[in-house]
């Protein structure tokens, strides 16, 4: 069994900046890609940014320029820094693993709510 703990989120002023950190670890050794989905109030679970093991990105447009998505392979973790947040970044933000066979893993998801 896999398991993912997001850890960083937290209240932030808009402008401000956060690094969300995620820790993969029970029986894992490789995976195909990591990643960050978030999921406002009312709104469906979307694409937040994906870094493959070959370390190939994918960012939501809505979060190019600001956001920027790191691995550490060997620590199994991976990190979203988030720079320039607005108010609509507000949400449980989620970590996600694909396996090579196919499986996906999420964590439980850490709050991230930007407001003055």
């Known amino acids: 069994q896999v398991q993912l703990v997001e850890s960083g989120g937290g209240l932030v002023q808009p402008g401000g900046s956060l690094r969300l950190s995620c820790a993969a670890s029970g029986s894992i050794s490789s995976f195909a890609a990591m990643g960050w989905y978030r999921q406002a109030p009312g709104k469906e679970r979307e694409l937040v940014a994906t870094?493959?093991?070959?370390?190939?990105?994918n960012y939501a447009d809505s979060v190019k320029g600001r956001f920027t998505i790191s691995r550490e392979n060997a620590k199994k973790m991976v990190f979203l820094q988030m720079n320039s947040l607005k108010p609509e970044d507000t949400a449980v933000y989620y970590c996600r693993l694909n396996t090579y066979y196919g499986t996906t893993y999420w964590g439980k998801g850490t709050l991230v709510t930007v407001s003055s």
């Open positions: 870094a493959t093991s070959g370390g190939i990105t």
